[in-house]
């Protein structure tokens, strides 16, 4: 696991924009922890590190779940798979339609999975869950395991524990 210090450095980066997408929400970007080389390898160390050697492939929900996903399958030699929203892959392997809260959403996965694998999820943010439980959903219906979820921040306002089971929060708001 990343040092206390690094930790406290990629947090510093976060941007913080009030009234967005709508009035009341503080939005946290982690955009600038991106942009940053040194916050970024410590994110994805931080992510994989509860789960090191447990996992041989890395699903990354889109859009910036692919990036630390395919940082985290680099620095580990794993694979990378990305979990799309519907319609942007040409055959996929399985989809999962879920429930948000202001509608329905479909997540699909390419035809990259093999029954044995061991699969990492990783994304930016837990807020209500829906997508990181669909993603859970999907690897099931492809025959392979969850080794673990990870992500960057988790809103635990909101509750979306409950809804997707364990997961590993580097940082919680």
Known sequence: MPSPARLAHAESLFAVTPDFPEPGVLFQDISPVLADPAALRTIAEGLLAPFAGSFDMVAGIEARGFTLAGMIAALTGTGFMPIRKAGKLPAPAGRVE??????????????????????????????????????????????????GAAVVLEIQALGGRKLCGEVHALFQS
């Open 98 to 147: 879920y429930t948000l809260e202001y509608g329905t959403a479909v997540i699909e996965a390419p035809d990259v999975l093999q029954p044995q694998h061991r699969v990492l999820i990783v994304d930016d943010v837990l807020a209500t869950g829906g997508t990181l439980a669909a993603t859970r959903e999907l690897i099931g219906q492809l025959d392979c395991e969850v080794a």
